[in-house]
């Protein structure tokens, strides 16, 4: 049962690795109660492999701590994180809410059971398409991003319940590309706009006001700045202070609570109004794996070890474009003293997905595992030289179930118009 799961420290792997993991009595990690080297086995690598409990868990989490402090609270599932029909179907299964960012998000929210009424649509510049059909579904809350679509939704949907995306200019502590809310952004409507942005409304109910300031942060004093910010333009039912929340990619980072990040987008709020988040990583993240075969390791005397994995920039991107860092192990050999760069397949040398990394004498053959790869990994993988996507596999109490099929090659053709 999801409660009950083991934490991670307590069974030798880190807090990096998803709830219940472990080191099995052979040495092997396991994720919900499956050995991974035998699931590597059975489903091929690479292969993103999640704990299932982990991620009911950390929603159970969210819940609980709003819960603990206000009724006036939604949970709102920032799907672009890990967008595919099952854990849509787990998200929606926990009680949360969803925020799709485009028509195929809002596709696969309303086949994973998701009642439209409780889906946010975002994004900068969402197509006439993707607007008639959000409204066609009854998606019930569109946040309006520009005073073009503000424009367009009053000729299309008279009565749409909307929110107005702020930038509040707040800049977090994170890469420069997944800072989202200060002033100089293709976002939203800068603080001195939206005055104008409300008077424009005519036939829409505008219910609040809506900012995410960016991802991977782990200061908490931005969100209560936030809360005051768009406090201050206007009283509003209802406050969307977005996602964000950073987690743990190696054991040295140390994220903030669930629970104190709860607290402090309530303390900026005022009594009365109803706060929502957007967690993506934070409910996803840690939740996986990837899982890979090791194929070749080439030593350069005095120069480094390139340990070559059967994946690389198609399955997981976050390196190279925001020079994010992961750690890697043997899945049957913790720890180690070989120095080592670990390397895809492609044909690139950028194509590096942990460098520096101690492994114990990596050799081909082995299983190579790189946590914290639950957010944004699925979702921003590619098929660059041909490479088939990985399956996502669900574990829970030792059964695994692949949620999602590897691609096949015929898959790469299936566009192919000649
Ligand atoms: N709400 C809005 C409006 C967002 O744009 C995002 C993320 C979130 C919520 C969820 O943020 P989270 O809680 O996951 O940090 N591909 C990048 C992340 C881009 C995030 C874009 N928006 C990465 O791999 O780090």
Known sequence: MAGAAETPAAAGVSHV????????????LEIGGCDVIELAEEFGTPAYVYAEDDMRIRAREFLSAFERRTDRFEVVYASKAFPCTAVYKLMAEEGLSCDVASGGELFLALRGGFDPAKIYMHGNNKSVAELEYAIEQGVGTIVIDSFDELERLERMAPGQRVMLRVTPGIKPDTHAYISTGQEDSKFGFGVDEVPRAIAAIENLDLVGLHAHIGSQVFQLDPYEKLAEVLTG???????????????????DQKPPSIDSYVESLLRGAPDGVTVLCEPGRSLVGNAGVTIYRVGTVKSIPNVRTYVAVDGGMSDNLRPMLYGAHYEAEIADRFGGHSLCTVAGKHCESGDILVSDVLLDEPRPGDVLVTPATGAYGHAMANNYNGIPRPPVIFCRDGDARVVVRRDTYEDLAARDAV
């Open 17 to 28: 690795y998803p709830h219940g993991s472990r080191l099995n009595e052979r040495g092997r």
């Open 233 to 251: 333009v206007g009283e509003y039912p209802r406050l969307n202070l977005g996602g964000g929340l950073g987690i743990a990619y190696t054991q």
